[in-house]
């Protein structure tokens, strides 16, 4: 039987953030989960160590989770792990890793354990090899003899030589782990239990011991800072991108585009350059998305586009046309064949089919029917200065037309088929088929430019 213990209590402290480090961000998602998703599907349970500035709640109800209250060192950490899993079988395996190796997939932990079994080891040690190991452990060999993990700080200059290093994942026989845990001490120059320390104690009872080294060279092998979030956050991008491209995905220039992991893209949309996509987002075939363009926690129907604009939590049907320069604001519903177009905002409106704000709006807490047209300058005025933060509703029926530079004053309805006047401001709800006009008088003062003007045809000093 296999189980899992990851290792998340660090304090990363070389992030210089306030948020814990295995809950940094890699395309969207925490760290911490890239490394539970290498070792949930092949282990009976998955126990992740963390510190008590992480809630419990943000892991999930299906993980365990256990809290090291004081960060003593990797072997502790372990120590708090295994007391989730004191009543499994003695003989058990127990994979360990840590919660900031988000470049781990689930084949390598198989692979590893594969190798654990086939060589017949009680105890395995994962490596890597690494261009630039400063700052990480290294594994001492002679030859394919394992002999210890010397960390940077205890280690000798020669020791610093080596590139060979201890990616910090493990496989131990529980009752292996659990003797040699008895025996480590913090003699070192943190002042830390190690757990390196037990591959040593249990080399010298006779423990047979197995190094395997990482089949591909990655460009981190643990995230310690932000260069190095950076590095591992791109190796992901790329494997996203690649994926999609794989499945039908047109990205024109991949460089410069950010996808995050679980957003859905389908074949035959055309992905070009400046697109950031994020969240629980999906674009369904046939959409073309930018260029210069960010879709977060968004549905877009088939065959639509958007360009040079941000959508962000909403559900945009088919054969849409967002943008340039648009803003969809959270809590829009368009239907089919809805156009919103340049330098138009619209917040918690619904669209319904065919219907379009070409240009230069503001449409908020709308309900717009079908085969409406919203002309140039138009405002919703929503906000009731009387009522706290209330947002009041505009409601415009079928086939209405609201003519340029409409101000419409909420709540309001305008019913179907009815028209605004360019220019007017409409308070007062217009019937169906009628036409609204909500203008000043316009009043012309004959001679009033003239009168301005001096004897010389130069403007008066004074004011008329």
């Known amino acids: 039987m296999i189980f899992s213990i990851i290792l998340a209590a660090g304090e990363g402290k070389r992030m210089f953030s306030k948020v814990p480090k295995v809950l940094h961000k890699i395309c969207g998602r925490e760290m911490i989960f890239y490394a539970i998703d290498a070792v949930k599907n092949i282990s009976e349970k998955t126990v992740v160590v963390i510190s008590e ?20 060192g990797t072997a502790d950490a372990v120590k708090c792990g295994l007391e989730v899993l004191r009543d499994i079988p003695s003989d058990s395996l ?11 997939k689930e084949r390598d932990i198989t692979s590893f354990i594969e190798f654990h079994l086939r060589k017949g080891n009680e ?37 610093k030589k080596i590139k060979e290093i201890n990616t910090g994942i493990y496989i131990f026989r529980k009752d292996l782990l659990e003797q040699s845990l008895k025996e480590i001490t913090n003699e070192n120059a943190q002042k830390e239990f190690y757990l390196t320390d037990s591959l040593a104690i249990l080399k010298s009872k006779g423990a047979k011991i197995g190094v395997k080294v990482f089949e591909k060279l990655l460009p981190v092998y643990g995230v310690n800072n932000r260069f190095e979030l950076y590095r591992a956050s791109k190796a992901i991008q790329w494997e996203i991108l690649e994926n999609l491209m794989k ?37 369904d075939s046939g959409c073309v998305i930018g260029p210069n363009t960010k879709i977060a926690n968004s549905i877009i129907g088939r065959n639509s586009t958007v360009q040079y604009s941000v959508v962000l939590d909403s559900l945009v049907g088919e054969e849409c046309s967002i943008g340039p320069f648009a803003y969809v604001r959270p809590g829009n519903i368009l239907a089919n064949k809805v156009k919103i177009g340049t330098f ?44 706290g933060d209330k947002k009041n509703a505009t409601l ?24 605004t006047a360019a220019g007017s401001v409409v308070t007062e709800e217009v019937p169906e088929n009628s036409l609204a006009i909500g203008r000043a008088k316009q009043v012309n003062k004959e001679g009033w430019a003239k009168r301005r003007k001096g004897s010389n045809g130069k403007r008066s000093s004074k004011s008329s």
């Open 247 to 283: 499945e039908g995905v047109g990205i024109i220039n991949p460089e410069t585009v950010n996808i995050d992991y679980g957003v859905k893209v389908s074949q035959d949309v055309m992905v070009l350059p400046g697109v950031i996509l994020e969240g629980s987002t999906n674009i």
């Open 94 to 104: 127990i994979v360990i890793t840590t919660g900031d190796n988000p470049l781990v």
């Open 396 to 419: 415009i029926e079928d086939d209405a037309f609201i003519g340029s530079n409409s101000t419409l004053v909420a709540p309001l309805i305008i019913r179907k088929g009815a028209y």
């Open 123 to 159: 105890v395995s040690l994962l490596s890597g090899i690494s261009e630039n190991p400063s700052g990480l452990g290294r594994v001492v060999r002679n030859w394919d003899e394992f002999i210890k993990i010397v960390e940077e700080k205890d280690a000798r200059e020669e020791e």
């Open 344 to 387: 138009v905002e619209v917040k918690k409106s619904r669209f319904n089919e065919s219907s379009k704000a070409p240009h230069l709006s503001y449409i908020g807490d709308a309900t717009v029917g079908k085969n409406v047209n919203i002309g140039a300058g138009t405002i919703t005025c929503n906000f009731s200065g009387l009522e």
């Open 53 to 72: 500035n992480i809630s419990m709640e943000v892991l999930g109800e299906k993980i365990s989770a256990t809290y090291q209250k004081i960060p003593l």
